[in-house]
């Protein structure tokens, strides 16, 4: 009997069953620590970049497509997920407005963090490039 003598029910042990939830478990605690430690995923540096003025989603795709010659194409899945958790770790916050579309824009954190990250990319391209021409 469980709480309240309400009858409980057992799922039985599967080891596939319970190893994938450890991995779903494992993975997502490790994308949230990784934004809470300001390690920013590729999809998630370009919206930032894109928010530094204040878009909505639609926008955002269209930006980071126009800016990048096509080069940076997020579907709406991925852009959404994405905004969730920047708006979760404080990076971006959404602006209220008359209009239908939930706009967004970078905040002061969400700005420090982009800086960070992209000076840590440009350490990483020169170190790139030094090893490149040595060899």
Known sequence: MGVGGAAMHVVPYHPWIY??????????MASN???ANGDLPDAAL???LALVQ???????????DDAS???????????YTTLKKLTGAG????LDGEDTRRTYRIT???R??????????RRLLAMADHILEES
């Open 19 to 28: 190893h994938s939830q450890i991995h779903r478990l494992v993975v997502s």
């Open 33 to 35: 620590s990784a934004l």
């Open 46 to 48: 370009h919206v930032l």
């Open 54 to 64: 204040p878009r909505h989603g639609y926008a955002v795709m269209k930006y980071l």
């Open 69 to 79: 010659d096509g080069a940076i194409t997020l579907g709406p899945a991925s852009l």
């Open 91 to 94: 990076f971006i916050t959404e």
């Open 108 to 110: 002061p954190t969400g």
């Open 112 to 121: 420090e963090v982009l800086t960070r990250n992209v000076e840590r990319r």
